[in-house]
């Protein structure tokens, strides 16, 4: 009896680490993910700044000499380009980012489905990391 309950509780340790194993990588790439986001906002943020500090300059200079508004343009309209395009890239980001621990999630619902064969099965994690609606077992979790 004893042998029995020893391996049981060697299978739940070992089932314990192999999902604290995969709660760590998700993590890692949720923090890889969240840099990217945070270098690129940072981008878009100095790149504006600068592209209105050259519109400022453009319309001061603008009721001076026509010849030098040409150049301002053109600078004040790159870096306004290229604020513009750093945002895009992290809204696109953003919108293709898979739900944050979605593999973690369904391998916890596989493991309530095998301890309880009774219990509904759980809808899987799509491919593109949507998560399905909480399955039963994790619905009056705090």
């Given at each position: 009896?004893?042998?029995?309950?020893?391996?049981?509780?060697?299978?739940?340790?070992?089932?314990?680490?192999?999902?604290?194993?995969?709660f760590?990588?998700?993590?890692?790439?949720?923090?890889?993910?969240?840099?990217?986001?945070?270098?690129?906002?940072?981008?878009?943020?100095?790149?504006?700044?600068?592209?209105?500090?050259?519109?400022a300059?453009?319309?001061?200079?603008?009721?001076w000499?026509?010849?030098?508004?040409?150049?301002?343009?053109?600078f004040?309209?790159l870096f306004?380009f290229?604020?513009?395009?750093c945002?895009q890239?992290?809204s696109a980001g953003?919108?293709?980012?898979?739900?944050?621990?979605?593999?973690?999630?369904a391998?916890?619902?596989?493991?309530?489905?095998t301890?309880?064969?009774?219990?509904?099965?759980?809808?899987?994690v799509s491919?593109?990391?949507?998560?399905?609606l909480?399955?039963?077992?994790?619905?009056?979790l705090?």
């Amino acid at each position: 009896m004893f042998a029995r309950l020893r391996r049981a509780g060697v299978g739940v340790a070992a089932l314990a680490g192999l999902r604290v194993e995969l709660f760590a990588l998700e993590l890692r790439e949720q923090f890889e993910q969240w840099l990217k986001v945070a270098v690129f906002a940072v981008a878009a943020i100095v790149l504006g700044c600068i592209g209105l500090g050259f519109v400022a300059v453009f319309v001061t200079v603008a009721f001076w000499d026509k010849n030098p508004l040409v150049a301002l343009g053109i600078f004040a309209g790159l870096f306004l380009f290229g604020a513009v395009i750093c945002a895009q890239r992290i809204s696109a980001g953003l919108s293709k980012a898979p739900t944050a621990f979605s593999a973690t999630i369904a391998e916890f619902r596989r493991d309530v489905e095998t301890l309880d064969p009774g219990a509904a099965p759980a809808p899987p994690v799509s491919s593109t990391g949507e998560a399905p609606l909480p399955s039963a077992a994790f619905r009056d979790l705090p």
